[in-house]
């Protein structure tokens, strides 16, 4: 009775935050914890598909059926991409990446000093606008936090990232956000239409989000 509909399909999702390194001891993060990632790579395994979780460092542990593949940094995460990119026909991002990396990584610790300390950071390659340019007929579908603005901002990277869809969350939504099992979401597609979904675990809200890629598969 469990739905095998992407057998055959190879997926992508990539899940968790990057770390961008300052030096050997420290980076720069985000609260991301991957558990949405997680839960669409388990529920796609679960439903056929081969899948490849492209995961930044996370505590949780790879679910049953999927090819877990770690990095660390948006780089690390944009090559390992690349290698796959070719047999997927589904890339579903919901990695936190760190828009900005530090310009450049000393070879050692920075010692304390100064009052102050500035460290100067350069924009990370966004990642899925550069696959928005190569996507072809393969699915792709983005996720997007905001505190504001949610389906303005969300529409606007749709278009500008070329998406099948988005999944945006308000972070400031009461079961919406970062450690939290549930998420309260709005999918926006990329011919305007909005969904707004209930409040739903993570899992369901996986199953929910496969559905629509599947419908457009066929379509
Ligand atoms: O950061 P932003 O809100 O633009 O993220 C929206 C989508 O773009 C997410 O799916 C995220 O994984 C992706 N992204 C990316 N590379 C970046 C920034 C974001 O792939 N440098």
Redesign the pocket.
């Known amino acids: 009775d469990k739905k095998r509909d992407f057998e055959g399909k190879t997926v992508i999702v990539?899940a968790g935050p990057?770390r961008e390194a300052i030096d050997p001891v420290r980076f720069i993060s985000n609260h991301s914890t991957g558990k949405m990632g997680y839960a669409v790579a388990e529920k796609a395994a679960e439903r056929g598909a081969k899948v490849y979780l492209i995961s930044g460092p996370t505590a949780l542990k790879a679910p049953d059926g999927v090819i877990m593949i770690p990095v660390s940094s948006?780089k690390d995460?944009?090559s390992k991409i690349m290698e796959h990119f070719d047999e997927a026909q589904i890339i579903i991002?919901?990695?936190?990446?760190?828009?900005y990396a530090p310009a450049t990584v000393h070879d050692h610790k920075i010692k304390k000093s100064g009052e102050s300390l500035t460290i100067e950071l350069v924009?990370?390659?966004?990642?899925?606008?550069?696959?928005g340019k190569i996507k072809g007929d393969k699915v792709l579908?983005?996720?997007?936090?905001?505190t504001q603005n949610l389906i303005e901002?969300?529409k606007e990277?749709v278009t500008k990232?070329n998406?099948d869809f988005?999944v945006a969350n308000d972070l400031f939504t009461e079961g919406a956000g970062f450690a939290s099992d549930t998420n309260v979401v709005k999918i926006i597609h990329k011919n305007g239409v909005v969904e707004e979904l209930p409040k739903m675990t993570k899992l369901q809200l996986a199953d929910e989000i496969l559905d629509r890629i599947i419908e457009i598969k066929r379509t």
Do not use: H
């Not at 991002?93 to 828009?99: E, F, L, R, W, Y």
């Not at 924009?123 to 606008?129: E, G, R, S, V």
């Open positions: 990539t990057t948006a995460m944009q991002k919901s990695a936190a990446v760190a828009d924009k990370n390659p966004d990642i899925l606008y550069e696959l579908v983005g996720f997007a936090m905001e901002n969300a990277k990232k998406l988005i």
